[in-house]
Each structure stands twice: as C-alpha cells, then as structure tokens.
C-alpha cells in the first residue's frame, strides 16, 4: 500500500469499505448456509416426523390387534356352553359341595385351555359379583381392595364391554408373581344374574415388549404405553412403569386438540422439551383402551446428517475472508490513495492557500470530484476577491451609520429632556387642578350655606311683615276707640277733672307710643342700611327684627293700659264732662299722633315689602351665583383630568424617548460592531493567498 498511511488507517473510506465488504460477503455465506442447515434440518425433521408418526400408528394398530386377541378369549369365555352351563349349575343353592368341587374343577380346566391357547396369558380368573374367594374359579389369590372394587363397578357400567387396566409388578391381584397388564369385562348371563361372574385376564408384561419390537428410538430415546391418566403401561425403563409421565409429555391434551381438529381419535408428533433436552414425541390412541403409544428421542439425533451442510458454510466463510480482504487493499489502492491526496489539498486550502489545484486524469467519479474540487477553489478565490471589495465598502457603510446613530442618539437624548420637562410641568398642572378642584368645591359649599341663610333670612322677614300689618290692624282700632273717646268726651266734660290724673296717665303711655315710635323709626332705618349690605346683612337684619318684634309687644301691652284708663274714664264720664271739655284738645292731638304712628306703620311695611322683593333677587342672584360655580367646578375636574392624562401621555412619550434614545445607542453599538467585524474580516481575508 505504497502512498498510504496506516496511521489513522481505521478512519479510511478505503478501510471502511474494505470491512462492509469483509462483513457483507461473510454474511451473504452465513446466511446462506446456516439458512441452508436450518431448512435442511427442518425438512429432515418434518419427514421424521411424518414417518415416525406413521410407524407409531402402525404400532399402535399393532397394539390394538394383541388387545383384541385378549378380548377374543374373553369373548370365547363368554360364550363357552361347557363353561356357561357349569356357572348356572354351580350357583344352584341346593348344589353339594362335592358337585361344586367337581364344577370348579371342570371350569378351571377349561380356563387352563384358552391360557395355553394364546400367548403370555398368566391367569384367567372368574370372580363373582359377590366377591367371595371361595367362589371364584382360577388362582384365588387376590385382594379385593377399594381400586379394585372401583374397577369391578365400572366393568358393570360398560354392561359387557372389556376395561383394560394399567400394569403393576403383582398384577391386578396384587399376588402375581410378574408383572402383567389386566383385561377384565362381564360373563353375562340374561337368564340368570347370579351367574354373572367377571372375567379377570392377566396378560404378561412381554406381550407388549414383542408388540414394540419394530420401533426404533435414536439416542437417549424411549417407547411407552401410558394410560388416559398418563400413568405408564409400558416402557423400555421398567422404573417408569406405574409412574406417570403426564406432565412431562402432556400427551392426553395434545390428543384431545388432534381429535378435535380431525374430529376423531387420532395420531400426531410433537416437539417438546424434557429435562431440558428438546425431543421428538410421537403417539397413537388406541381404539380398544384408550391407551397411548408413545415414542420419543432426541431431536439434536434427526439433524446429525445436517452437520456437514454446517462445516462446509465454516470453510466457505473462511474462505471469503481472505478473498474479501484482497478485494478490501485493491479497493484501498483505487479509492483510498486519490482520496488521501485530495484531502492533502484541501488541507492547503485550509491554511489560505487558493492556488491550490489537483491533477486530474482519471473519469471516474474520484476525477468527476477533483474536478469538482478545482471548481470549488475558484470559485473560493472569486468569492474572496469579492468578499474583500465588499468588506472594505461594509467599513465605509459602517462608519457613516456610526455617524448619523450619534447624531441620532444626541437628537433622542435632548428630546427625552423636554419631554421630561413636560411631563413635569404636565404634573405640576394637574397638581394644580387638583387643588384648584378643592377650592371650588369648598366654595360651592359656602354658597350652598349662603343660600340657606338667605332663605332663613327671607323667612323672618316674612314674619316681620305679618307682625307690621298686626301692628297696622292695632293701630286701626286705636284711632276707632280714639275717635269714640272723642265723640264720648262731649258727653263727659263735666268730669273731665276727675280725670286729670288718667288724662297724665294717657299722656305718659303717649309718651311711651312717641318714644317706641321713635325707636320703631330708628330701627327700620337700620334695617333698611342693613339690608343694603348683601353679604352680611343677614345677621344684622335678624336684630333688628327681633328689637321691632319686641316693640310691638310693648305697643300692645300701652295699649291695653290705654284701654283700662280708657274703660275707666267711661265709667267716670258723667263726672268728667267739663273736665273733658278742656281734655278735648289734648284727644284731638292724640288722634294727629295715633294717625301718625299708623302712617309710619304702613311705611315700615312698604319698606319691609320693598325689602323682600330685594331679598328675593338677592337669593335668586345667589342660586345663579351657586350654577355658575357648580358649572365652574365641573370645568375644574375636566381640566384636572385632562391635566392627569396630560401628565401620563407626556411621561410614555417621555419613556419612548428613553426607548429611543437607548436604541440609538445601541445602533451606534451595532455600528461600531459593524466596523470592527469588517475590520476582523478583512484581516482574515488577508490570509488567503489569491
């Protein structure tokens, strides 16, 4: 392998071929071979199969005919006249024992005939049904335990037709002196029960050992007979015998499966494992005892021919090892070598060098990829030249995007500023509103307040005016009684002497009216400059209210005692006639004065009523007053809303601004990569050599 390295050999693509045809050939032949010695030993097994199933059934068949041998002699048992008529007569209860004697004697030599008549026959015994050992004709040593009582009630079951029953060392009896295989069925006899006897055959164990004789086991094998309970009959191991062998060859359910299958009783082979050794089962039914005959060997002994099938695919996997191994150092040659040359280009074309080129003088596909390879390398040095005029523009690029991304990031740093400045302005105005809110509600409480007093206001004065026209009505009835006083007086001026002293009391009550006029005067001037004062004069005007209120009361009270002194002169006035005739100026004065005081009455009530109707506008001044601030601090909210919403829009521009201000920084970032990395690359380009 001259040129190539075994350095790193396992890495080859040469190597690696060399192995997937090392192992593809290899496993071409082992697959053909050893799927040539499994079919052989299929087929091998299949047709052993099938001709030990044949021969197991012939034996079986065989088998059959031995047992029906036995039922043949039971059957001439049966029907023996001699025999049949020395039963009816020995259990004749009036018999002598002599004749019984003689009976048993003539019977049991009858059965001595049909014993030598047929082959292995030990004994043939006739039991009654009564089971008395005195009474039965042959070998009278048996024992009649619950097994064989429970055979004996089966054989009345079957009504005349035999059962066979399993071998033991002592036979049925248990006094045998071999071991035998029993046949027992009913002598019936319809005109007379009791002389029913069973009819015990004991066939030795040989008769069945010369039956199996013809069947041939491989290795290891074995040939049995076994009952429907798996117990086995027969076998070339005499220790198996009364054994059973059910589980380990299971041979009544794979039967069971074979009739229902064919529906009938049949025949078939199995493979089965026992004791850890797989075998081949054959088995057969037969007819007349449902008893099983039975072969199995090895299977590993079906399939010994197939061995060579075996060594010859050994010698021919050898054999495309080394022919695979030639194939593998031609294919190394041929692949490997062209190919470690082109990757020793490629290895310069990895430091930089792109002047590299491969020779090329093969068409195959090794030439059709170093083709390929110079291609790729100018298209490489192409792509370089390019790749640094376009770097060198990429700089140029770069650094004027720097430029305008400063500009840009210094243009976003002042606008974020003012809109901060904003922001804080549009805080401080909503802060304003805010309170501004505050004030005017505070001030629509006040006027709410306001209007309530003056309702208060224009409550007492309501009051006021009806005590006036009160004050008015009185006056009127003082003038009436004024007026008859004075027509009165004509008629008592002859005592109005007498009436000196009441004449200075009705002069000091005048006094008291005069000074409560007066008073009265100077109270309603008062009221009427405090009513001129709209904002406080609420309070004062409630004053001077309660002073008039209080001087009516007293008017009333001088009036009542001008009416006492008044009552008093009329009782006196025939007395007081003359005296009244000088009193008579003094009452026409009082009169001019009582007519004044009602005078100033009703202008009080004009001025009350003048009064009211300013306190109506007043109120109704206030209410729009109230509209207005009420309108006024509705306005308020808005703007303080507006004012908040002002604020919150101002402080997102304001964080936009950030946002924007933050990208233009990281845009010059981005730039200044940008720069660096055409700077890398070009650097890196200058590696190549072009």
């Avoid at 001709?51 to 047992?67: P, S």
């Avoid at 904003?422 to 004030?439: C, D, P, V």
């Amino acid at each position: 392998m001259k040129g190539i390295s075994l350095k790193g050999i396992h890495q080859s693509i040469g190597f690696k071929l060399m192995i997937i045809i090392i192992v593809g050939i290899i496993g071409c032949v082992a697959a053909l071979g050893y799927s040539s010695y499994s079919i052989a030993g299929n087929i091998i097994r299949d047709e052993v199969s099938s001709a030990t199933e044949g021969t197991i059934m012939q034996t079986g068949n065989k088998i059959d005919t031995l047992l029906a041998t036995y039922e043949n002699v039971a059957q001439m048992l049966t029907l023996d006249p001699v025999i049949r008529n020395s039963l009816e007569n020995f259990v004749q209860p009036s018999l002598a024992s002599v004749e019984k004697k003689r009976i048993q004697e003539t019977v049991e030599q009858r059965l001595r005939n049909y014993i030598n008549a047929a082959d292995h026959i030990l004994s043939i015994r006739l039991i009654p049904k009564t089971y008395e050992k005195a009474d039965i004709f042959g070998d009278k040593s048996i024992e009649f335990d619950d097994q064989n009582k429970a055979v004996f009630e089966e054989v009345l079951a079957n009504k005349g037709n035999p059962v066979w029953v399993s071998s033991s060392a002592k036979g049925f009896t248990r006094f045998n002196s071999e071991m035998t295989f029993t046949m027992t069925r009913l002598l019936i006899n319809g005109a007379n029960r009791d002389a029913e006897f069973f009819i015990v055959i004991d066939v030795q164990i040989a008769a069945l050992e010369e039956a199996l004789s013809n069947v041939t086991v491989g290795e290891g094998g074995d040939k049995l007979i076994i009952d429907e309970s798996g117990q086995v009959v027969y076998s070339t191991n005499q220790e198996l015998i009364e054994t059973s062998v059910q589980n380990e060859l299971n041979v009544t359910s794979r039967a069971e499966q074979s009739a229902e299958e064919a529906n009938e009783t049949t025949s078939g082979t199995y493979f089965t494992s026992i004791s850890g050794t797989e075998r081949l089962v054959a088995f057969a039914e037969s007819q007349r005892s449902n008893w099983y005959v039975i072969s199995h060997a090895k299977a590993s002994s079906l399939t010994e021919n197939t061995s060579k099938i075996l060594n010859l695919t050994n010698i021919l996997m050898i054999v495309s090892v080394f022919i695979a191994i030639g194939i593998g150092f031609l294919l190394l040659q041929m692949i490997a070598k062209p190919i470690t040359n082109m990757k020793k280009s490629m290895e310069r074309g990895k430091e930089g060098d792109l002047t590299v080129r491969i020779a090329v003088k093969r068409k195959d596909e090794i030439g059709q990829l170093a083709h390929s390879f110079n291609d790729m390398m100018d298209q490489m040095t192409n792509l370089i030249r390019q790749t640094n005029d376009s770097t060198a523009q990429v700089m140029h690029t770069a650094n004027e995007v720097s430029n305008a991304s400063k500009q840009t990031a210094t243009a976003a740093q002042e606008i974020n500023q003012a809109m901060e400045s904003i922001a804080q302005g549009s805080s401080s105005l909503a802060t304003e509103a805010e309170a501004g809110n505050e004030r005017s509600n505070q001030m629509s409480n006040i006027l709410d307040k306001v209007v309530d007093e003056n309702i208060h206001l224009g409550t007492s004065a309501q009051e006021v005016h009806q005590v006036s026209q009160q004050g008015i009505q009185q006056m009127k009835a003082l003038i009436d009684h004024t007026t008859s006083t004075e027509s009165m007086m004509t008629s008592i001026s002859g005592r109005v002497g007498e009436l000196k002293d009441s004449t200075t009391s009705i002069r000091q009550i005048l006094d008291l009216l005069n000074n409560m006029t007066k008073q009265t005067n100077i109270l309603s001037l008062n009221a009427s400059i405090e009513a001129s004062r709209a904002g406080s004069a609420g309070k004062g005007f409630m004053v001077v209210a309660d002073e008039i209120r209080k001087l009516a009361e007293q008017s009333k009270q001088n009036i009542e005692i001008v009416g006492e002194i008044t009552e008093k002169i009329q009782n006196e006035v025939d007395e007081t006639v003359k005296v009244m005739d000088e009193a008579l100026p003094k009452f026409v004065q009082q009169k001019s004065s009582v007519q004044e005081t009602d005078k100033i009455f009703n202008r009080v009530q004009h001025q009350m009523d003048d009064f009211i109707l300013q306190l109506e506008k007043i109120t109704e001044f206030i209410n729009d007053l109230n509209k207005s601030q009420k309108v006024m601090s509705e306005t308020m909210s808005n703007v303080s809303a507006f004012s908040e919403e002002s604020s919150a829009t101002t402080q997102q521009v304001a964080s936009l601004s950030s946002t924007q201000e933050q990208m233009s920084e990281g845009l010059v970032r981005l730039a200044d990569d940008l720069e660096h990395l055409s700077q890398s690359l070009q650097k890196a380009l200058s590696n190549f050599k072009v």
